[in-house]
């Protein structure tokens, strides 16, 4: 299962809003074929598994062989056909499973469904390890809205920037792991005054991976449009607004290939504007957006943290000295541990809900 946990790792980025999972087989003691779910919408990580066994050579020996998985078998048909069919096609002896699907399309069918085939079932095996690993996926099914992420940099004397400037405070290799994070997520979340005053990309220029989609919060759409990296259509982008809206047609992902004309700017309205974030975060979700980071100013971090729609925080503290400017929030919830990078300190806290 430890195996089967590193492999659900490494869809990390690419299989949102699907949970990462991860497969071994083995028989005799011996592994004969693992496999991970790779791509959103594509194949799960046991018929993964089954294809390496048998690209192995090991066909014949996975009738009673025992596979681990890390995520309950699914039982329905989606973008692909039911796992555990393919399983009691394959004439496994046991599955080893580390979580039930909390997904009410499976919840429980589909080990009930391995059961009845007289494979023998066993799950709770390292429960809270994969738990961790796809708290994303457990957090949205339960909430029914984006896992969320507070981000912010400040100096040590807690402030974010001067008041209208750019202000750089993490250094470069701070840099690199705060793009490895965006690469993580589905989208990053900005506030108007952000986009205004700092004019950021929001993409992955220190890190390989699928550009996160744009959110910027802006109730009465006032965000200056010439030079505003927001608009040249490099990756998909929302604006948060009250009483414009053009979405995209079902459900969205940032998988999605980039048109020759660029991706066009989407809209999403909401009756209080940006003021009501539970009711952004909701809409956000069932357009298939899973988790959020907040990149946003003072503002946009302190209304999440009031309503108490957060998850993480990872606060990056520089050794500068500001002495005036635009307060940092003060950090909430745990501290669970931290890194230093050379002059910075990584500071991460999860929230006690």
Request: overall charge neutral; glycine content about 10%; some cysteine.
């Amino acid at each position: 299962m430890q195996r089967a946990l590193q492999l659900a790792g490494l869809g990390r980025g690419t299989v949102s809003p699907n949970p990462m999972v991860g497969c071994v087989i083995v028989a005799n003691n011996r592994i004969i074929g693992e496999g991970w779910h790779r791509n959103y919408g594509k194949a799960h990580a046991e018929v993964e598994a089954v294809r390496n066994a048998m690209a192995r050579g090991y066909s014949e020996e996975l009738a009673g062989a025992t596979a681990y998985v890390t995520l309950e078998p699914c039982s329905h048909y989606g973008k692909t056909p039911p796992c555990a069919d393919l399983l009691i096609s394959k004439r496994v002896g046991a599955v080893v499973v580390a979580n039930e699907d909390p997904n009410p399309l499976v919840s429980g069918r589909g080990m009930a469904r391995l059961r009845d085939a007289g494979i023998e079932v066993v799950s709770g095996v390292r429960a809270e390890e994969g738990a961790l690993l796809n708290r994303r996926f457990f957090s949205g099914i339960e909430r029914a809205r984006p896992y969320v992420i507070l981000k912010w940099a400040q100096t040590r004397d807690g402030y974010l920037a001067l008041p209208g400037e750019r202000t750089k405070i993490s250094n470069p290799s701070v840099d690199v792991i705060v793009h490895k994070w965006r690469a993580e997520e589905d989208a990053i979340l900005v506030g108007r005054q952000t986009v205004q005053t700092d004019n950021p990309r929001l993409n992955l220029r220190h890190w390989a991976g699928v550009n996160p989609v744009r959110i910027v919060l802006d109730t009465n759409l006032t965000t200056a449009r010439p030079g505003c990296f927001v608009f040249d259509g490099s990756q998909p982008t929302f604006f948060v607004n009250r009483g414009r809206e053009s979405l995209p047609e079902g459900v969205f992902n940032r998988y999605a290939e980039r048109p020759e004309t660029g991706f066009p700017v989407f809209y999403l309205s909401c009756a209080d504007g940006t003021r009501s974030l539970a009711d952004v975060l909701g809409k956000f979700y069932h357009l298939g957006v899973a988790s959020i980071l907040v990149e946003g100013g003072g503002g946009v971090l302190a209304s999440f943290l009031e309503e108490g729609l957060w998850d993480e925080i990872r606060m990056i503290q520089c050794d500068k000295i500001l002495g005036r400017g635009v307060k940092a929030p003060l950090p909430e919830g745990t501290m669970t541990h931290y890194e230093q990078v050379q002059d910075n300190t990584i500071f991460y806290f999860i929230s006690p809900k």
